[in-house]
Every structure is written in C-alpha cells, then in structure tokens.
C-alpha cells in the first residue's frame, strides 16, 4: 500500500512548453484533488474530482487541465507553462463523501523559467 | 470571503515545553477542521480533527480546541519534541467543491533542544 504516489518530484519547464503531472493512488479512493503551495501561502484547489469519469475547477483552475479516466490515476496537465506557474504541487485522496480529511503525496516542486 | 488564517507565522519553543498554535476562521457554516503537519519536502500530514458539534478533542501528545463564538481553533502540543519541528496547517472543511479544505497560511514551529 503505497498511499498517494506523484511524479515527478522535480521539473524545470521552459515558458510555453506543456507537461503532466502525475499521480496515483492505490487505496480506492473516490475523491482526489490537486493543490498548489506557494511561499507563505496554504494550500489552494486547482481541480477535484469525486469519481472516476467526474471532475470539476477549484478555486484556481486556469492553465491546468485534469482527466479522472481510473479510480487510481488523477494527471495534471499544464498546457503552456508560465513562470506564475511555479510551485509546488500536491495530490491527494480521500475515501469518500463521508471523510473529510486527506492523504497527500509528497509534491511536485515545478520551476518555469 | 474564505479566511482561514494563522495570528503567529512562528513560534519557538523550548523541548519540553507545551506549544499552542492558534488558528482564525471566517467561515461559520464550516463543519469540520483538521489540523495538518507539514515537514520540509513532505506533503501535509493529518494530525488531528474536530467536528463542529465538538469544542475539544484529544489525541497523542495532542489536543484540539474549538470555540465557535469567536471562530477560534487551536491545537496545543504536550511536551513538544524536536521532531515537532514543521509547518502546521488548519483547514476548514467547505461543503462546496466537494468538501474542500480551506487551508490557512501556516505556522513555523521550531523546538529548541
């Protein structure tokens, strides 16, 4: 039982190039989410998704797109990198509508210059 | 609008002694908070929660309080260790995006030895 799992942990794009970010999980989790972590800041939603097939924006959507194709994998995709773009990402799952909380991953630290 | 917020960005301690970090909420219809420990290159890891009928939980070493009136919650740690040393977040719980967590800005706690 691996828990939440992402790749890559490190990634430098250049400005305009696309890429995805990964992410699995492997505890049949319904729920799953992206998160953003800036400096200073909490965590902020970009996309969630309560099922395989279902997905919807959070609270800062815009450049990243998502695809919930199997209970276990939850990509993200930045379609044309923007150093605003730089941070660090975080995948995470829940069980169900019934949990409330959260198991995250370790991060995708993402640099575009 | 959504303010999940911290009154101390850092707080040192001495090992041994009992840390509190407090954390404000706006949001009054906010049904249930967690409290997440951040180490440096980790995702955030579930400490402890409460739900909003509760104004105090207990865990190991931990205790969560939550005072409604004025939309305060607090998480006090026993006898902190160095190995409390992190990033610690509270979130509230949204109905909307499908239970989103509103995370707050984080609180640098440092144990002395």
């Known amino acids: 039982n691996a828990g939440v799992t992402q790749t890559p942990k490190f990634q430098v794009l250049k400005t305009g190039q696309s890429m995805t970010l990964q992410c699995a999980q492997d505890?049949?989790?319904?729920?799953m989410s992206w998160y953003r972590q800036d400096p200073g800041m909490g965590l902020r939603l970009i996309h969630y998704?309560?099922?395989?097939?279902?997905?919807d924006q959070g609270e800062v959507p815009n450049g990243y797109n998502v695809s919930r194709s199997t209970t276990e994998d939850f990509p993200l995709r930045l379609l044309s990198a923007a150093p605003s773009q730089t941070s660090v990402y975080f995948c995470?799952?829940?069980?169900?509508?019934?949990?409330?909380?959260?198991?995250f991953g370790s991060g995708t630290r993402l640099t575009v210059v | 609008g959504e303010n999940v917020g911290l009154h101390l960005p850092t707080l040192s301690v001495q090992e041994g002694d009992n840390s509190i970090i407090n954390c404000a909420y706006s949001?009054?219809?906010?049904?249930?908070f967690i409290w997440y420990k951040q180490e440096s290159g980790k995702g955030p890891q579930f400490i402890i929660d409460?739900?909003?009928?509760?104004d105090k939980r207990q865990g190991q070493r931990v205790t969560v309080l939550l005072n409604k009136t004025v939309k305060h919650l607090s998480l006090q740690i026993a006898a902190t260790q160095p190995g409390d040393s992190a990033v610690y977040f509270c979130?509230?719980?949204?109905?909307?995006?499908?239970?989103?967590?509103?995370f707050g800005a984080g609180t640098i706690l440092r144990v002395k030895s």
């Open positions: 995470a799952s829940r069980r169900d509508s019934l949990t409330y909380g959260y198991t």
């Open positions: 505890m049949n989790h319904e729920y």
């Open positions: 998704s309560v099922g395989a097939g279902i997905t």
């Open positions: 949001n009054s219809a906010s049904d249930y």
């Open positions: 409460i739900r909003s009928n509760m």
């Open positions: 979130a509230e719980n949204y109905m909307e995006y499908g239970n989103k967590l509103v």
